[in-house]
């Protein structure tokens, strides 16, 4: 039972996870749960590559994820925009915008998105 609540935590709420064509967690998707009053959150995850990281934080109308992507790895990332703007850093791709997300693939390393309401 508290492998479930683990697993529920490192894939939701911290966001973890992989694509559904990855194998091994050489793809990542990170799209963490950023609902209700929750504030903040980070998790990790060891994959075959490496540990996988990720922290975000919202506050006052901004929004912080910083993600970890191991070498030989790349990752799937959603933003969630709350009717705002994302900010990604250099050598992220934008992927794809929507109302509630902008989506981003990066290759291994930190990386750091932001968005604002508005």
């Given amino acids: 039972m ?7 935590f490192t894939t939701r709420v ?10 091994g967690y050489a793809e990542l998707l ?15 995850y060891r994959t075959p590559y490496g540990v996988a990281r990720t922290q975000w934080k919202r506050d006052a109308g901004r929004f ?5 992507v191991p070498a030989g790895s790349t990752a799937e990332i959603h933003v ?5 703007k994302a900010r990604a850093p250099a ?15 990066a290759g291994s390393g930190s990386w750091t998105f ?5």
């Fill in 30 to 44: 990170i799209d963490p749960a950023v609902e209700g009053g929750m504030t903040s959150a980070s998790g990790s």
């Fill in 114 to 118: 932001r968005s604002t309401a508005s």
């Fill in 2 to 8: 508290l492998g479930a609540i683990d697993s529920w």
């Fill in 91 to 105: 050598g992220a791709r934008l992927v794809r915008t929507g109302q509630e997300e902008a989506v981003y693939e």
């Fill in 14 to 23: 911290a966001g973890i996870g992989q694509t559904s064509d990855s194998v």
């Fill in 64 to 68: 912080r994820l910083t993600v970890d």
């Fill in 80 to 84: 969630p925009l709350f009717g705002g």
